[in-house]
T-cell receptor, first 112, second 111 residues
């Protein structure tokens, strides 16, 4: 069973502030992903990491950065939040030897 | 360009009224097609993975099928607790492993 935790559950943030969304997995899997979900647009990939120490850009990376210092953690940082970054953010990781991605519970972020 | 289209956007059924959700896809080398269920305020919950045309998988009242261009999620005799948004996603061969999602079908089952 997938074990992905995200924090915080929700956050209201003033525009221009810095924010880090946390994601931790207990599956010891190499790959991790960050998606955002917006009404009418579905889930879109922001950044990904195939293994600790490496990261890559997804479909909508602008305004976001990630790091992967170890296998378990994959934080997503908004250096200077803007209202268009209001969204629900999901972290995901495959489990075991399959390609099936399991998702965390999400962080609902509102930027005012 | 890899793309996933789901239809209908919304579907209202009476309890016991069977139906199907459609997922059409174009992808450069399909590595896998995934179905998820998402309840309001929750993360997507994995249902099925399909890898090749002709493959079928079942779980309770749900059955997923796959052809070379589309997948169907058949719901037999649905119950109100099946109400949710159903998401379809594909993983392209040679990709970094990320999923390309459709916009989902919102299913409502009335008692």
């Amino acid at each position: 069973i997938a074990g992905i935790t995200q924090a915080p559950t929700s956050q209201i943030l003033a525009a221009g502030r810095r924010m880090t969304l946390r994601c931790t997995q207990d599956m010891r899997h190499n790959a991790m992903y960050w998606y955002r979900q917006d009404l009418g647009l579905g889930l879109r990939l922001i950044h990904y990491s195939n293994t600790a120490g490496t990261t890559g850009k997804g479909e909508v990376p602008d305004g976001y950065s990630v790091s992967r210092a170890n296998t378990d953690d994959f934080p997503l940082t908004l250096a200077s939040a803007v209202p268009s970054q209001t969204s629900v953010y999901f972290c995901a990781s495959p489990s075991g030897n399959s390609d099936t991605q399991y998702f965390g519970p999400g962080t609902r972020l509102t930027v005012l | 360009e890899d793309q996933v289209t789901q239809s209908p956007e919304a579907l209202r059924l009476q309890e016991g009224e069977s139906s199907s959700l459609n997922c059409s896809y174009t992808v450069s080398g399909l590595r896998g097609l995934f179905w998820y269920r998402q309840d309001p305020g929750k993360g997507p919950e994995f249902l099925f993975t399909l890898y090749s045309a002709g493959e079928e998988k079942e779980k309770e009242r749900l059955k997923a099928t796959l052809t070379k261009k589309e997948s169907f999620l058949h719901i037999t005799a649905p119950k109100p607790e099946d109400s949710a948004t159903y998401l379809c996603a594909v993983q392209a061969g040679g990709s970094q492993g990320n999923l390309i999602f459709g916009k989902g079908t919102k299913l409502s089952v009335k008692p």
